[in-house]
């Protein structure tokens, strides 16, 4: 089994920074790509950032520049790290990341409960 928790969420003012983490535990053979989405009230969950096991980012047009995403494969980690956070960032944030179990000779995609971020003075 392959279980995602993220944490670092929480109320920040507009100009803020917050880091969010998202650790993966359970019999884990290889982490493939790691990313992060999010899904504002009202709105369709989309890409924040991504990041492939060989380490090449991406990143939506919105939080280009203000974001860095950034792994760490020893402890199975995936960051998000967010500098001058507008309200329009408000939203829960989801981990997502495509792993293969050591039980299974296949790789799957699993998502995270995440975590809320809100932007707001």
């Known amino acids: 089994q392959v279980q995602l928790v993220e944490s670092g969420g929480g109320l920040v003012q507009p100009g803020g920074s917050l880091r969010l983490s998202c650790a993966a535990s359970?019999?884990?053979?290889?982490?493939?790509?790691m990313g992060w989405y999010r899904q504002a009230p009202g709105k369709q969950r989309e890409l924040v950032a991504t990041i492939t096991s060989g380490g090449s980012t991406n990143y939506a047009g919105s939080v280009k520049g203000r974001c860095t995403i950034s792994r760490d494969n020893a402890k199975n980690t995936v960051y998000l790290q967010m500098n001058s956070l507008k309200p329009e960032d408000t939203a829960v944030y989801y981990c997502?990341?495509?792993?293969?179990?050591?039980?299974?000779?296949?790789?799957?995609?699993?998502w995270g409960q995440g975590t809320q971020v809100t932007v707001s003075s």
């Open positions: 359970g019999s884990i053979f290889r982490l493939n790509a």
């Open positions: 997502r990341t495509t792993a293969q179990p050591t039980i299974a000779p296949y790789e799957y995609v699993y």
